[in-house]
């Protein structure tokens, strides 16, 4: 890498990701920090304590997202913001998320390190619960933070052993005093993995991205009616197991005709009191689509419904289809786009613009703050999984066009 002088420090990086891939960690190389668990709390607390150690100081809002603040010459000028998260899924990886929260904490060693002091304050932040897991509901730290729902539904939602995420903020002690909503910010810059192959199937270093994919999501029950295996008839089986499967076969195929843009996924499904002798009388599973245009996302949500109840009527089954939400595609900021830009041209990294296939923090944070990504290569586009990985020198390269990108936000004429 060419440009400045200006350095982050690479070993570092890699030495407190991995510091952090401890908290939690699976026998298979992979880590299990679930959303506001005491092994989240563990993570967090680590994270606090390098921040603080640092001078930061750290603050927590009502949802328990993470700003830690590093002080800028002219305090009237807004703060440019840098993060994501260290939730993980249950058999997740070392860098989903984490990579953008510790790379944003070398920034803030390096800016330390170099004596720099820039015009604009610099926040860091750790959102809660990206991953939705546990709760079931993905981006909800961000989510609440930017009024895309409320803090009360948020409060409200249960894990599998009953306990609300109000309960497990004050039980790890993570339910802040501030407000969980926009303040005015000048930028946020989020580093991640591409959790996709293309950089690396292209040999790209750096991604630039340019904005995410529309999505929707639903819940789907079908009733069918328990019955004997043995002793059933085709003519009288209510199966909904294999109403479902015309279902998910649906999906699959409403995908696949638009082309490679396209995703559609069922990644739950549960056969309710199963038993290998019994017709199944009940399933739930998801559906999502996803695809870079809001026009074909519309088109799936007004015609996918009614095509699904469709095939399981004939079945002799009922569906009940709920649409959890509808995510509009997301253009990042222009300006904040052109200084990732700047910063790969600068540094002589290889790069590509690149839509994110991903929901991520920035998509929400976006409504509110001009907003830009950066993705680095993941090994063959693995995430989610305990295998995730990337190479050292991947990681320090995302992190100095992060530098790069928030630096000369935060220096910019007022």
Not at 101 to 119: F, H, K, P, Q, Y
Not at 245 to 257: G, N, S
Not at 269 to 277: D, I, K
Not at 364 to 390: Q, W
Request: with cysteine; glycine share 10%.
């Amino acid at each position: 890498m060419s440009g400045t002088n200006q350095r982050i420090d690479g070993k570092r990086l890699w030495d407190s990701l991995m510091a952090m891939a401890e908290i939690g960690a699976t026998p298979k190389g992979g880590v299990k920090r679930l959303t506001l668990s005491d092994v989240d709390k563990a993570g967090r607390d680590r994270f606090k304590g390098w921040c603080e150690a640092l001078g930061l100081t750290v603050r927590v809002d009502a949802i328990g997202n993470m700003f830690a603040r590093r002080e800028g010459r002219d305090p009237k000028r807004l703060p440019v913001l840098m993060g994501s998260h260290l939730d993980s899924q249950p058999t997740g990886g070392k860098f989903d998320g984490a990579l953008g929260v510790i790379a944003g904490l070398e920034v803030m060693r390096s800016l330390n390190d170099l004596n720099i002091v820039t015009e604009a304050p610099i926040e860091l932040v750790n959102w809660t619960d990206e991953e939705g897991s546990r709760f079931g509901h993905s981006l909800m730290g961000s989510g609440v933070w930017a009024g895309i729902y409320t803090q009360e539904k948020a409060y409200g939602l249960k894990d599998v052993d009953g306990m609300s995420v109000s309960e497990a903020l004050d039980q790890i002690g993570y339910k802040g005093t501030h407000a969980a909503k926009p303040f005015p910010a000048d930028a946020y810059f989020e580093l991640h993995i591409e959790q996709g192959p293309i950089l690396e199937k292209e040999g790209k270093q750096i991604g630039i991205v340019t904005g995410a994919q529309a999505q929707v999501w639903y819940d789907a029950v079908i009733t069918g009616q328990d019955s004997h295996a043995g002793t059933t008839p085709p003519s009288a089986r209510k199966d909904a197991l294999v109403a479902a499967a015309r279902v998910i076969t649906l999906v699959d195929e409403l995908m696949r005709a638009r082309g490679e843009d396209g995703r559609g996924t069922v990644g739950f499904l549960q056969v309710m009191h199963p038993s290998r002798n019994v017709v199944p009388g009940e399933v739930r599973f998801s559906v999502e689509f996803r695809h870079p245009l809001d026009a074909e996302i519309r088109t799936l949500a007004d015609t996918f419904p009614e095509q699904a109840r469709k095939l399981v009527a004939e079945t002799g089954c009922q569906l009940d289809l709920a649409e959890l939400f509808l995510i509009p595609a997301q253009p990042f900021d222009p300006s904040c786009v052109d200084l990732v830009r700047q910063a790969t041209k600068r540094l002589g990294l290889s790069a590509r613009e690149i839509i994110s296939g991903a929901g991520h923090d920035a998509v929400y944070v976006a409504r509110s703050v001009p907003t830009a990504m950066i993705f680095t290569p993941c090994k063959d586009g693995l995430s989610h999984n305990e295998a995730e990985s990337i190479l050292p020198e991947e990681a320090e390269a995302g992190c100095q066009v992060l530098f790069e990108a928030v630096v000369a936000r935060a220096n910019r004429p007022a």
